[in-house]
């Protein structure tokens, strides 16, 4: 069996569905059910029920006993890949989260890349409690999450924040950037943090179901399209959605706070690439105007 097939195992038991995990793992729904097809026939039982009509992830009795062996599992062949870079370049193992991941950090990677020729980068994809898990393992060099928690031997930092904006398609029109004003029935739901969870639930919690709950930005661009949809985000993900579509964006009133993204990192075991990959991160990042370093 293989990192990415336990991997893909994992993100469906974390996301409960196959298409969430397909989006946090950036690849398409079809490999990832060939990935769990090969780990099922690998082992021979099923892991997951292949009913219709089923919207979640069905984990059969096997696959519930399986969980803890995969996570062995994922941590042996982690530590058998930092093996392999050892008589060869330099290695750095980033663990983000999925919205960072994809806005914020691709033109970091670049500028890490090209200051560091040689250079190996291990970089994956989770919610922010999975991070805490990678780093308090050692299967991960730094981290960086949206929800601040304690978990032992992980030290956690505040890396940067932005404010939190309104998002509509350009036809849509809007009174006021209020909540009060806004319908939740055309909402596209993101849960970007511990505080929006809080701030959402005073505004909305007994209201309507929004018309789209997702797990990854990648869609936002399309979704927001709808008529009379809007989402609540950070604006360097607004800005990132209006380079590809008509778009207005409101600074709100009575809005969330600012999100904070931080980073964490094991006590003591914080090496020379993680602070040279922190570097080249504030260097990339200062140059944003809607973007506050923190450190």
Known sequence: MTNSEISAFLAIVECGSFSKAAEMLFITQPALSRRIQSLENEIGYKLFERNKGFRNAVITEQGKAFISIADKMQELLNETEKIKT????????????????????????????????????????????????????????????????????????????????????????????????????????????????????????????????????????????????????????????????????YEMSDGPSDRIVYYIVRPGKRNSLADEFLDTAKEVISQKPYITLLS
């Open 86 to 249: 050892l008589d060869k370049a330099e290695s750095l193992r980033i663990t983000c989260v999925g919205s960072v991941n994809s806005v914020i950090m691709p033109p970091v990677y670049k500028r890490f890349i090209e200051k560091k020729g040689g250079i190996h980068l291990s970089i994956s994809a989770q919610h922010s409690d999975r991070g805490y898990e990678f780093v308090s393992k050692d299967m991960t060099d730094i981290g960086f999450i949206a929800t601040d928690m304690y978990f032992k031997n992980v030290e956690t930092r505040p890396f940067y924040k932005e404010k939190m904006v309104l998002v509509t398609d350009r036809n849509t029109k809007i009174k006021d950037a209020h909540p009060s004003c806004l319908d939740p029935r055309k909402e596209i739901l993101y849960m970007w943090s511990s505080e929006y969870t809080m701030w959402h639930s005073y505004w909305f919690e007994a209201t309507a179901e929004p018309i789209a709950r997702i797990d990854g930005v990648m869609v936002l661009d399309s979704l927001i399209a709808a008529e009379g949809a809007w989402a609540v985000v950070p604006l360097s993900v607004a800005e990132r959605i209006r380079r590809t579509s008509p778009v207005s964006i």
